[in-house]
Each structure stands twice: as structure tokens, then as C-alpha cells.
């Protein structure tokens, strides 16, 4: 079963709430609705998301790790926790991948950090880049 994920009139890689995430300290029972409302705010799809194949894969894990790499930039404990396990994170958040895809975590030689998605159809096989992402600045005028 294939669950599409986003609001599809949205092209927001992280959702404007009009406020930002609380990082203040305060009470313990603060801090965990915080978290849990903060993970809320800036989750990575509505809805749990089945990606069946690499057809699914190349079709909708871009836009879904597109808001992983907006995340990355704003929250330090995401990134930590990405940079360590890709797909497990993918998979807190509610995506879930097939066993033959890959997900690296680049930051060193690379400018800005970058995930690369590989495809490995048998283990210890040969791994096909299926794509990788960075965020970019641009400006225009």
C-alpha cells in the first residue's frame, strides 16, 4: 500500500506555523510537549509513507528528504541523529523504505552536507546511485 505524503499545494520544505520551535528551558513536561509539537511542525510527511520500489523511491523520496536537509539546517539534534542512521530516522518519522535502498550522509570533502541514495538489489552486490540531494543558496534579482 503506497500513502502519498505531503499537502500537495504546499511547496514548502518546512511548514511556516508563525512561530519557531521552542529551545528554552523550562520544565520537563514543557520540554516534551515542545519536542513532540516540534516534531509535529516539522515532520517529514503527514501520513506514514510506503515507498514499495525504486520506481516509488526516485518519485517521492526527493521531496521527503528535501525536508530532511531543510531540518538539518535548523535542528542540530536531527542532524545528529540522521548523520547516524538515515533509515532508522526516515523510519521514526514515518517513512519507510525498501531493504535495497541505501542512504549516506556526506559532510566531509563536500561543501554542504549531502544525502546520496544508493540501490543494492542483492547483498554484497555492485550499489546503483539512484540520486543524491544538497541544499543550495541562491540569489537572484
Known amino acids: 500500500m503506497l500513502i502519498m505524503m505531503m499537502n500537495s499545494t504546499s511547496r514548502a520544505l518546512v511548514p511556516f506555523v508563525g512561530?519557531?520551535?521552542?529551545?528554552t528551558g523550562g520544565q520537563d513536561a514543557r520540554k516534551q510537549q515542545d519536542r513532540h509539537q516540534d516534531d509535529h511542525d516539522?515532520?517529514?510527511v503527514q501520513r506514514e509513507t510506503y515507498l514499495r520500489d525504486s520506481d516509488d523511491v526516485e518519485r517521492m523520496l526527493p521531496d521527503i528528504l528535501g525536508r530532511a536537509l531543510a531540518r538539518i539546517w535548523i535542528d542540530?539534534?536531527?542532524r545528529d541523529r540522521f548523520a547516524a542512521n538515515p533509515?532508522?530516522?526516515?523510519?521514526?518519522?514515518?517513512v519507510y523504505l525498501?531493504?535495497?535502498?541505501q542512504i549516506d550522509f556526506v559532510?566531509?570533502?563536500?561543501?554542504?552536507p549531502q544525502i546520496v541514495v544508493y540501490e543494492q538489489k542483492?547483498?554484497?552486490?555492485?550499489?546503483r546511485r539512484?540520486?543524491?540531494?544538497?541544499?543550495?543558496?541562491m540569489a537572484g534579482k
Do not use: H, W
Not at 559532510?107 to 554542504?112: D, K, N, Q, S
Open 122 to 127: 542483492t547483498p554484497g552486490g555492485p550499489r
Open 107 to 112: 559532510t566531509e570533502g563536500a561543501p554542504r
Open 42 to 44: 516539522y515532520g517529514l
Open 19 to 23: 512561530r519557531l520551535p521552542s529551545r
Open 87 to 94: 533509515v532508522e530516522t526516515l523510519a521514526a518519522y514515518g
Open 130 to 137: 539512484l540520486m543524491y540531494l544538497r541544499l543550495m543558496m
Open 98 to 101: 525498501p531493504r535495497s535502498i
Open 76 to 78: 542540530p539534534q536531527f
